[in-house]
């Protein structure tokens, strides 16, 4: 996609030294992916009740959990990640006698 590749161009730019994801970048992911989650949540929830309204009601309230929900999950990858690089780098700095 070409929105993809604008983004990965703007965020590899302001990436720190140890390659860690930025939490704005965290945020825009979490919401790219509950639009395309929600659409898909209401279009699942429409074929199940064939009431649109219900549909709709099902999707607004779990797009506000999932948002959150994927947050504290890419944060706590992101932590893991970082102490994983660290390690290794540790590692890969210490010399054998």
Do not use: C
Not at 63 to 85: A, C, G
């Amino acid at each position: 996609m070409l929105l993809d590749r604008y983004l990965q161009k703007a965020f590899n730019k302001k990436q720190s030294p140890q390659k860690k994801d930025s939490k704005f970048k965290s945020v825009a992911k979490a919401i790219s992916w509950r639009v395309l989650g929600t659409f898909d949540t209401i279009v699942i929830s429409y074929l199940i009740t064939g009431e649109l309204k219900m549909a709709f009601s099902i999707g607004s309230i779990e797009v506000f959990s999932k948002i959150l929900l994927y947050y504290v999950h890419e944060r706590i990858w992101e932590r893991f990640t970082v102490k994983k690089e660290a390690n290794e780098l540790q590692k890969s700095n210490t010399v054998a006698a």
